[in-house]
């Protein structure tokens, strides 16, 4: 099972940046994906998740200003960051989990600065 990170970078505080994760070796339209992430120092936390049936959840940190979704047939799941805070400066990961399966990226690191 791999799970591919992609998109991260330097952004100015009120920018957008997309964030894009690729699956393989699950079936993937089975899977709730999620997104996290890890400051400096600061413990791991969900951003976003979206289930099987396409129902999506967010941080309260996150609401209105990222929006996460998925294409099943690519075995992707994407993140658009806009208004970008400097406090969203993390690294961010993927995560795909049914039943007590779980899996994780590695991550992609996401910068806010001006």
């Known amino acids: 099972v791999q799970l591919q990170a992609s998109g991260g970078g330097l952004v100015q505080p009120g920018g957008s940046l997309s964030l894009s994760c690729v699956a393989s070796?699950?079936?993937?339209?089975?899977?709730?994906i999620g997104w996290y992430r890890q400051a400096p120092g600061k413990q791991r936390e969900l951003v976003a998740d979206?289930?099987?049936?396409?129902?999506?959840n967010y941080a309260d940190s996150v609401k209105g200003r990222f929006t996460i979704s998925r294409d099943n047939a690519k075995n992707m799941v994407y993140l658009q960051m806009n208004s970008l805070k400097p406090e969203d400066t993390a690294v961010y990961y993927c995560?795909?989990?049914?039943?007590?399966?779980?899996?994780w990226g590695q991550g992609t690191q996401v910068t806010v600065s001006s």
């Open positions: 995560n795909a989990r049914y039943g007590v399966f779980r899996y």
């Open positions: 070796g699950i079936i993937f339209s089975r899977y709730t």
């Open positions: 979206i289930d099987s049936g396409g129902n999506t």
